[in-house]
């Protein structure tokens, strides 16, 4: 009896339990179904998936950090820098040939916009220099500024019979190329180094330096030897070949999705930067007056001749392709913002401390060789803090955007140091004006230790 009653509880059990079975195995295949087509359904980001096209960067993070191509990035952001800076260096002995043969009935200061729109408009374009690099392949970008730079000086040497016609061409038709050229040399380098980032960013734009040093005596030459057309033919010419074989090592690291912000203006909010963009207007409205100046100064002032103070010039050209490469072994055991900050304060001392109150040879050539070490320190380590204050994937639009900076700094500052020379120094007292520039310089080294408290309040921290 109890046998039999048992056997019933235990079919009624297993009963039960294939009954359940039955009964819920359409709820699990129906939940089955549901995640499947939600996995269908979902949106896949066409940037990550999509193969890019032959115009666009291809993500290359594969790559290792701090290796050969790196350096090869390095050396091409190098030859490029050499070229397009150094031609607005070296624009001075072209200003010298206009102003005394070609256009002699033109002002100065007339002449002055080629050479003042040659790097004023290069940071102007700066964002849209930084954006191009995102969003198309940044060997087709140098390359096209390559293009532009050399067909700007062919057209130019055809225009000898009105000045705006230069400063149409050898202006601001130049200076869009050089910005294509000079957004990518100054910020892709720091995709590909982590832990010599300040020295290899510093090699790159020693290049403007050497351009400056050995491109201001060959145009020299070039002008008094076959003229200025075929001056500027030839430069154009060889921008174009070593622009060409460079620009074919110049490619990114990162692939910026096409869903992020062409340009974040949100930044501006972080105080960071604000003080790093005052600080950047301030150093570029000072850079450029002893540059201007200080030969000028040599001649008039302190007695000097003129070889003397084109040789000044060279001082300072020489020195400050030894600061911008230097600063940045300096900066991987001082920290980049502090290096950054003293760079400033001593650019601003040798202004104020050995130019304003001396007119010796002496103290000019001393003045110029300190100014030139450390002045060319805060030029190489901008792009550098600001990849590591923002990182490197967006690096090419924020530098963009810090470089409108330069253009402002630029434009306020070579004429209102022409001007305050000419309305307060009656043209030949130049202490007002060197006090305007060390002021500024001063100025932007407050704000970048500003910067460096921003960014770690600890005194003896490297940042």
């Not at 350096?71 to 091409?76: L, N, R, T």
């Not at 974040?264 to 850079?287: H, K, P, Q």
């Not at 434009?411 to 006090?435: E, F, H, Q, R």
């Amino acid at each position: 009896m109890s046998h039999t009653a048992g056997s019933s509880i235990s079919a009624s059990l297993n009963q039960l339990t294939v009954n359940e079975t039955h009964s819920s195995a359409p709820s699990i295949k129906s939940k089955a179904s549901e995640m499947d087509v939600e996995k269908q359904n979902k949106p896949v980001d066409a940037a990550s998936e999509a193969k890019p096209r032959w115009w666009e960067n291809k993500s290359l993070e594969d790559k290792p950090l701090d290796g050969m191509y790196g350096w090869a990035v390095v050396i091409s952001g190098c030859f490029m820098l050499m070229f397009s800076m150094g031609c607005v260096n070296s624009y001075g002995m072209y200003e010298t040939h206009y102003h005394l043969d070609q256009f002699p009935d033109e002002p100065v200061s007339t002449l002055s916009w080629v050479g003042t729109l040659q790097f004023g408009v290069m940071n102007f374009f700066g964002i849209p220099a930084g954006i191009m690099c995102e969003r198309f392949d940044t060997r087709l970008v140098s390359f096209t500024g390559g293009v532009i730079m050399a067909i700007a000086l062919i057209i130019a040497s055809f225009c000898d019979d009105a000045i705006w016609k230069l400063i149409i061409t050898q202006g601001i038709v130049f200076s869009i190329g050089a910005a294509l050229v000079f957004i990518p040399s100054t910020s892709i380098p720091s995709q590909w180094f982590t832990k010599r980032r300040a020295l290899a960013v510093g090699i790159v734009v020693a290049g403007s330096g050497i351009g400056g040093l050995w491109l201001t005596p060959a145009t020299r030459a070039m002008i008094d030897q076959l003229g200025t057309p075929w001056s500027l033919r030839i430069t154009g010419i060889i921008i174009f070949a070593v622009n060409t074989v460079s620009s074919l090592f110049m490619r990114s690291r990162f692939k910026v999705q096409s869903r992020e912000k062409v340009v974040d203006f949100s930044v501006f909010r972080d105080i960071r930067f604000s003080l790093i963009f005052m600080g950047a207007i301030c150093g570029t409205t000072a850079y450029f007056t002893p540059l201007f100046s200080l030969p000028s100064f040599a001649a008039q002032v302190a007695g000097k001749s003129d070889d003397f103070g084109t040789n000044l010039l060279t001082i300072i050209n020489a020195a400050s392709t030894l600061g911008r490469i230097g600063t940045g072994e300096v900066a991987r055991f001082y920290g980049n913002i502090n290096t950054m900050a003293t760079c400033t304060l001593v650019s601003a001392l040798s202004i104020l401390v050995l130019w304003l109150p001396f007119q010796s040879g002496g103290t000019l050539i001393a003045c110029a060789i300190v100014y030139g070490l450390f002045c060319g320190g805060f030029i190489g380590l901008l792009p550098v803090v600001m990849a590591d204050l923002w990182g490197v994937q967006r690096i090419s639009t924020i530098i963009g955007l810090l470089y409108m900076a330069n253009f402002v700094g630029t434009m306020v500052g070579a004429p209102s140091s022409g001007a305050i020379l000419d309305n307060i120094g009656d043209g030949i007292n130049y202490k007002p004006t060197i006090i305007f520039s060390g002021v500024f310089m001063l100025g932007a080294s407050l704000f970048f230790m500003m910067l460096r408290f921003a960014t770690n309040k600890k005194i003896f921290k490297r940042v």
